[in-house]
């Protein structure tokens, strides 16, 4: 008899909200024309999730979307892309994004984990740091070099323009114009007001800045493309100079053609792995956070959730809760 395909077995369900704590999560809209905001005391955060293929919750959430026809996205599996304001100034070295969990994984790591991390920080960031046998494991990397496209842009309240008379949004093609290139190198329709003022969902982020963001991107001597600002960053004393301004606007995207949602999948150059033989009740989430590591504050929590077909949901709530009940009593103890 044939073996169940994963993605038979399994619906995806994405989440986020402020904090870890579950009850505080919505459900993201993937793929969908629609924005998710978050709100909360360090930030104010807007978030759009993408991913190719799209297997999952809500019922009748579309398969993949235009973004993915997009030059810099043809070979990309997913996306999480966010823009943010900060509510106070947070230092370069500080904000970190990555992946954690509330308990041992150990057990249930595949063989070659260690190989596969390897590959991870060679291949796609050198920046990378964490414990995957942590009683809590972690694998967190610096914004600045981590983000594949990191963009500047103006202060609250200040119109955003294009940084050169050249400049202009564009579609990702020809035949979809719903959606606009924030770096504006290439051709589309005329500008008609800020990029700024676009929806996430309607923009596909690209390297650089607007305006005066433009101007710190200079004034810092940040590389203008992706590639090699990601490697400026990965010198601490670079990170050091830099500061996430409260009452700036900033955006970034971060995926990859690595991990596959539509099948479970891990593939790396001489590695790949089948992520559903090592799921079970305990260990079905994949949770990215974006934190300041120095004071722990989180600015916003994506969690991506797979759910036994033949099971209820409210169990992966109720493992949630009990994730947060455990720390909340080791932060009375401590």
């Keep these: 008899m044939a073996s169940e395909e994963p993605s038979e077995r399994y619906t995806l369900k994405v989440t986020a909200g402020p904090t870890y704590d579950p009850k505080t999560h919505q459900i993201v809209p993937v793929n969908a024309d629609e924005t998710l905001t978050i709100e909360t005391e360090h930030t104010t955060a807007k978030l759009c999730v993408r991913i190719r293929d799209y297997n999952g919750l809500p019922p009748n959430t579309p398969r993949t979307c235009r973004y993915f026809s997009h030059p810099d996205h043809q070979d990309d599996q997913y996306?999480?892309?966010?823009?943010?304001?900060?509510?106070?100034?947070?230092?370069?070295?500080?904000?970190?994004?990555?992946?954690?969990?509330?308990?041992?994984?150990?057990?249930?790591?595949?063989?070659?984990?260690?190989y596969a991390l390897k590959i991870v920080k060679w291949m796609i960031d050198p920046g990378l740091e964490g414990d995957a046998y942590a009683d809590k494991p972690y694998l967190y990397g610096a914004a600045l070099s981590s983000w594949n496209y990191f963009r500047i842009c103006e202060r609250e309240g200040v119109a955003s323009r294009p940084s050169s008379a050249g400049e202009k949004p564009a579609s990702p093609n020809g035949s979809q114009e719903s959606i606009?290139?924030?770096?504006?190198?290439?051709?589309?329709?005329?500008?008609?007001?800020?990029?700024?003022?676009?929806?996430?969902?309607?923009?596909?982020?690209?390297?650089?800045?607007?305006?005066?963001?433009?101007?710190?991107?200079?004034?810092?001597?940040?590389?203008?493309?992706?590639?090699?600002?990601?490697?400026?960053?990965?010198?601490?004393?670079?990170?050091?100079?830099?500061?996430?301004?409260?009452?700036?606007?900033?955006?970034?995207?971060?995926?990859n053609p690595y991990l596959g949602f539509s099948d479970f999948s891990l593939r790396l150059p001489g590695f790949s792995l089948n992520v559903a033989k090592y799921i079970d009740r305990k260990n079905h989430s994949l949770r990215y956070v974006l934190k300041n590591k120095n004071t722990g504050d989180v600015f916003f929590v994506v969690v991506f959730t797979l759910l036994l077909n033949n099971e209820d949901e409210s169990e992966d709530q109720s493992s949630g809760e009990e994730a947060q009940q455990e720390e909340q009593e080791e932060s009375e103890v401590d």
Aim: proline share 5%; charged share 30%.
């Design 180 to 255: 606009a290139s924030s770096g504006g190198n290439s051709k589309g329709s005329d500008w008609q007001g800020s990029v700024t003022s676009l929806e996430l969902h309607e923009e596909v982020i690209e390297e650089g800045g607007e305006g005066t963001g433009k101007q710190i991107r200079e004034s810092l001597n940040i590389p203008g493309d992706a590639s090699s600002r990601k490697k400026y960053f990965l010198d601490q004393n670079n990170r050091r100079m830099f500061e996430f301004e409260a009452g700036r606007l900033y955006k970034a995207d971060f995926g």
């Design 79 to 114: 996306s999480i892309a966010v823009s943010f304001i900060p509510k106070r100034t947070i230092p370069g070295c500080a904000l970190v994004f990555g992946n954690d969990f509330d308990r041992p994984i150990r057990d249930r790591l595949p063989p070659g984990t260690n």
